[in-house]
């Protein structure tokens, strides 16, 4: 897997696609809807993004879908109307690549939406084709989920033709010129899925760089049964952002997104929970327990958290303090968007019952296009690159 060697020095750009660019108004956006940001707003943008800095963007999810934010996947091999056509995915890709620059996206095996052919089938046709793709504990209204989401089905990975299907899917993808995943709810699948997944993209596409989503925040015990990690019960008990978890997909991916760097950083800058020496010291151990060849990409928060400036009560001064320590790490660096231009919200995400993520998903605010903290930002991957 050493040949996501250009993996190592990467400055990532989050872009939620729906959010980021192409939408003619901001109206709405604590509503769970399509507002209307699309691959093209995004090519229109890489100038914004290469005058920041940044060496590779990371979409969220494209493919046909029933949610504005992608992860609800109606169809695998086609792109959701909402953010263009296969066009417009092949010219972002080409655009990306001729700045030099480098582009992943998110991919989805674990599940799909409710509303996916397959699945409807499998639940309407007690004889369909489809019904071993799922886990039908009681057919056809109980059902395995991605957690508790009745919205979303556990594709059952392990049986043969479900795994082709959505391993063919990642390299359709990639043979558009894709330089990577990240891989959503990576604790899902099976590890002998996820071996069999890296050795048929490797093959083909060993440049690729495969990062997954090792993480366990507000997983409930009887959830437990949707996930294939060893120790399970153990790994749950000792919280969302275990060494234990992370550690446990070396060998099988290229690395997974660091979770207990961005718990140590939030405890130490944001919450004053740590001392200095003791943020240095957890550090120091977090890192030593993994193998160099191991990617542990570093963020301060993504769309599935409140914003790091939200957690700091609006202090810039403690964001940039984060930032500076983020950007020492010798590991890539994970830009959410907006973060550059001080980007918050008025609510936790955890306050809300439903949709709270919406929070953190505030579309991008283009109007705020030059601040000291985007110079700040800029001036932290200028200095990045020359290390």
């Keep these: 897997m050493k ?7 990467t400055v990532i750009y989050q872009i939620l696609i729906d959010r980021f660019a192409g939408f003619n108004s901001s109206e709405n956006w604590e509503k769970p809807e399509f507002l209307g940001g699309n691959i093209k707003g ?29 992860y609800h996947i109606t169809d695998f091999f086609q792109v959701e109307p909402h953010f263009g056509t296969t066009k417009d995915i092949k010219d972002l890709i080409e655009a990306v690549h001729k700045k030099n620059m480098y582009i992943i996206t998110d991919f989805i095996p674990n599940h799909c939406s ?16 489809y019904r071993s793709w799922f886990y039908f ?11 508790s989401i009745k919205q979303l089905p556990k594709i059952n990975l392990d049986y043969p033709n479900a795994r082709a299907y959505i391993i063919n899917a990642a390299k359709h993808w990639l043979s558009l010129g894709f330089d990577g995943y990240r891989l959503d709810h990576c604790i899902g699948p099976s590890h002998n899925f996820w071996q069999e997944f890296t050795t048929e993209i490797k093959k083909i596409f060993p440049n690729v760089v495969l990062i997954g989503e090792a993480w366990m925040k507000s997983i409930r015990f009887n959830e437990l049964k949707t996930i ?7 790994k749950w008990l000792f919280g969302d952002s275990s060494d234990k978890l992370l550690m446990e997909y070396v060998g099988e991916l290229d690395g997974v997104l660091d979770f207990k760097f961005q718990e140590l950083i939030n405890s130490y800058i944001a919450k004053d929970n740590l001392t200095k020496k003791d943020f240095y010291y957890q550090l ?20 599935d958290m409140n914003r790091f400036l939200f957690e700091c009560k609006n202090n810039i001064k403690k964001l940039k303090q984060a930032a500076e320590i983020q950007f020492s790490i010798h590991q890539p660096h994970i830009i959410y968007y907006g973060t550059e ?42 200095g990045k690159k020359k290390k």
């Design 341 to 382: 231009l001080g980007m918050t919200q008025k609510n936790s995400i955890w306050s809300f019952s439903a949709h709270g993520d919406l929070q953190a998903r505030r579309p991008m605010n283009w109007d705020k296009t030059d601040s000291n903290l985007q110079l700040f930002y800029r001036s932290l991957i200028k």
């Design 228 to 234: 294939n990690i060893k120790n399970k019960f153990l």
């Design 137 to 147: 504990d009681k057919w056809p209204e109980k059902y395995r989920c991605f957690l």
């Design 42 to 70: 995004i090519i229109e943008k890489l100038p914004y993004l290469e005058k920041l800095g940044v060496n590779t963007i990371w979409i969220s999810p494209f493919y046909k879908t029933s949610e504005y934010h992608g």
């Design 284 to 303: 120091k151990r977090h890192y030593g327990k993994y193998p160099e060849n191991y990617y542990l990409p570093t963020f301060l928060d993504n769309h």
């Design 114 to 129: 409710n509303m996916h052919p397959y699945f409807q089938d499998a639940q309407k046709n007690k004889s369909s084709e």
């Design 3 to 9: 040949n996501a060697d250009w993996f190592n020095n």
